[in-house]
């Protein structure tokens, strides 16, 4: 089935410095990820969706400034937390869908998450 | 209103027992549910999908969607401590971006 890596799982960071976060489509093709945020005993809060070659779409509340992200090819999108502070730390979510196989009735992959903790 | 509700739990039921996890939603334009089982510190992996009114049976997980009554139930048979976790009900409205549920948490007392 379709695969979704994301790396890496955790990161500790100190405030004001910047984190990247990867995610890679190993055995598809994904023309959109989305980007989610889960605070502990929370859900899922959609944060952008993520497609290639073109601007990032991203929800109400979300700083783009902030919140960068990069979708330069149909395997990879990257999302970078910049200038992050104690309250970025948060557990980052990416997801995908096959796009060539599947239609909106096929569920999406979740890659396995990044841990972030901004010290 | 929010789009997708459930309860938020906890839900207990003893090992063995059926656990019953429901969600509904408000935007009659959904296509598709969608239920995902998610552990502490862990993402959200996908068990189930159903598409059409009625039934839908995969090993000990049944579910059951209603869209006249905007209702999607998950049934667990046969629960397992292995089952406790957070269960989010997703919908895909208008074909779009999916919409998650803010979950439900399932313990299973051996």
């Known amino acids: 089935g379709a695969v979704v890596s994301q790396h890496p799982s955790r990161v500790i960071c100190k405030s004001g410095t910047s984190v990247k976060i990867e995610c890679r489509s190993l055995?598809?093709?994904?023309?959109?990820m989305f980007w989610y945020r889960q605070f502990p005993k929370q859900s899922l809060m959609l944060m952008a969706t993520?497609?290639?070659?073109?601007?990032?779409?991203?929800e109400q509340g979300v700083e783009k400034d902030k919140f960068l992200i990069n979708h330069a090819s149909l395997t990879l999108s990257t999302l970078t937390v910049t200038s992050a502070h104690p309250e970025d730390s948060s557990f980052y979510i990416c997801?995908?869908?096959?796009?060539?196989?599947?239609?909106?009735?096929?569920?999406?992959?979740f890659g396995s998450g990044t841990r972030l903790t901004v010290v | 209103q929010k789009e997708v509700e459930q309860n938020s739990g906890p839900l207990s039921v003893p090992e063995g027992a059926i656990a019953s996890l429901n969600c509904t939603y408000s935007?009659?334009?959904?296509?598709?549910f969608f239920w995902y089982r998610q552990y502490s510190g862990k993402s959200p992996e996908l068990i189930m999908s159903?598409?059409?009114?009625g039934d839908k049976e995969d090993g000990r997980f049944t579910a059951q969607l209603n869209k006249a009554s905007q209702y999607v139930s998950l049934l667990i048979r046969d629960s397992q401590p292995s089952d406790s976790a957070t269960y989010l009900c997703?919908?895909?409205?208008?074909?779009?971006?999916?919409?998650f549920g803010p979950g439900t948490r399932l313990s299973v007392l051996p």
């Open positions: 997801s995908a869908r096959d796009t060539f196989t599947g239609t909106n009735n096929y569920g999406y992959t």
């Open positions: 055995d598809f093709q994904a023309t959109t």
């Open positions: 993520s497609n290639e070659g073109s601007k990032a779409t991203y």
């Open positions: 935007d009659r334009g959904s296509q598709s």
């Open positions: 159903i598409y059409s009114n």
């Open positions: 997703a919908v895909n409205i208008y074909g779009q971006n999916f919409v």
